[in-house]
């Protein structure tokens, strides 16, 4: 029996499985090292443990996340899953290797597009280069929390009609102003920005909505996969929830880069245990 997780900045997933099948799914909120504190890492580890029950079966538990760019963060993670699964071997990886891994081509560019953002051309299960994924202050463009930003910022501007800001006043019972007081006093600043995203979700066919969405693709694609000279004969693929959501702005994006975006991967954990299940017959 194996657990597998996937992690970003607002959300885990956990499953536990034999072979491809699926025993058991819990979620629990997000286990990004950089921005969680300890003590909520090893919360979210001990409520996921409780939930999916039958610790002692699991022999191998293989946990990714955001946020994991080395040891140190592989370490820390490493100790708080065996703490509350002994008997495991635990194997610890970044974000980016699920998204791979899911994507499943020998070779190929993968970006992640969920709360945050980033992206790896990689080959033969090991990431080649990377582009990205430097938080929501420094970066993370295209990504829930930079579309939140951005959404927030044109209403309290007055750049977009003033029938958006009603509905989304009316919907969160909250003032622009609440909203923007809000993200200064939140212990975590990016996930009340990504909880504005899904608003414009529903608006994104409005063309000066679309073109608010449009321009952070862009910047994402120029930041990240673009930075590569071989990456139009590469395929390319689009994991996470913005990318699902938002996938015919971002593939109209990648089009005017002379580039071909495969459909969108909503959630690599659904794809994950029939990749461990292969793995391990192959061995």
Not at 45 to 66: D, H, I, K, M, P
Not at 142 to 159: F, I
Not at 240 to 265: Q, T
Request: net charge neutral; glycine share 10%; with cysteine.
């Amino acid at each position: 029996m194996i657990l597998i997780a996937e992690s970003g900045s607002s959300k885990t997933a956990w499953r536990l499985c034999r072979g491809a099948a699926v025993l058991a799914a819990v979620e629990t909120s997000g286990m990004n090292p950089h921005v969680t504190p300890q003590a909520l890492l090893e919360a979210q580890a001990a409520r996921a443990c409780e939930g999916l029950g039958q610790a002692s079966a699991v022999t191998a538990l293989w946990f990714y996340g955001s946020g994991i760019r080395g040891p140190p963060q592989v370490a820390q993670l490493t100790a708080i899953l065996q703490a509350c699964w002994p008997d495991a071997q635990v194997f610890v990886d970044n974000d980016l290797k699920a998204a791979l891994r899911a994507a499943g081509h020998a070779e190929g560019i993968v970006c992640i597009l969920g709360t945050g953002s980033n992206a790896c051309w990689y080959a033969h299960d090991q990431v080649v280069a990377r582009q990205g994924g430097h938080g929501y202050i420094l970066g993370d463009e295209g990504g829930g929390s930079d579309l939140g930003k951005t959404l927030l910022k044109a209403l309290l501007e007055d750049r977009l009609p003033r029938r958006y800001t009603l509905e989304l006043e009316a919907v969160t019972g909250k003032t622009l102003l609440d909203l923007r007081t809000d993200v200064y006093r939140a212990p975590r600043p990016q996930a009340v920005l990504a909880a504005l995203a899904p608003y414009l979700a529903g608006w994104q066919h409005d063309p000066e909505v679309r073109a608010l969405i449009q321009a952070r693709f862009d910047l994402f694609l120029q930041t990240t996969v673009r930075a590569w000279p071989d990456a139009r004969r590469l395929p390319l693929e689009v994991v996470g929830s913005v990318g699902f959501h938002f996938y015919e702005i971002f593939k109209y994006s990648c089009n005017l880069a002379g580039l071909e975006p495969a459909p969108p991967i909503a959630h690599p954990i659904d794809r994950l245990p029939a990749f461990h299940a292969r793995q391990a017959n192959a061995g």
